[in-house]
């Protein structure tokens, strides 16, 4: 089984900025994609961000230019750098992966990010 941990969240005011690190632990997998998700009260899950193992990266609209994904493979850590946060950017994010072990798709626990205006 791949275990995903996730530490970074928190409450800051607008403008400010956050980082949220996930680490995958467990042998005998690789891992794939890496990404964010986020979940806003009574809203539905969105992708907020990706990246491959070759680095590529894509972001929702509404991120652009404000987050930054990065990984780390020799950790199997990913990141987002969040920065001019939004209040509403706040929302549970969640570390999600694909990995070449069963059930291939993992979800972190989730970390409350707070945005004050």
């Known amino acids: 089984q791949v275990q995903l941990v996730e530490s970074g969240g928190g409450l800051v005011q607008a403008g400010g900025s956050l980082r949220l690190s996930c680490a995958a632990s467990?042998?005998?997998?690789?891992?794939?994609?890496m990404g964010w998700y986020r979940q806003a009260p009574g809203k539905q899950r969105e992708a907020v961000a990706g990246?491959?193992?070759?680095?590529?990266?894509n972001y929702v609209d509404s991120v652009k230019g404000r987050f930054t994904i990065s990984r780390d493979n020799a950790k199997n850590a990913v990141y987002l750098q969040m920065n001019s946060l939004k209040p509403e950017d706040t929302a549970v994010y969640y570390c999600?992966?694909?990995?070449?072990?069963?059930?291939?798709?993992?979800w972190g626990q989730g970390t409350q990010v707070t945005v004050s205006s």
């Open positions: 990246i491959t193992s070759s680095g590529s990266t």
């Open positions: 999600h992966v694909w990995a070449t072990m069963s059930p291939f798709e993992y």
């Open positions: 467990g042998s005998g997998f690789s891992i794939r994609t």
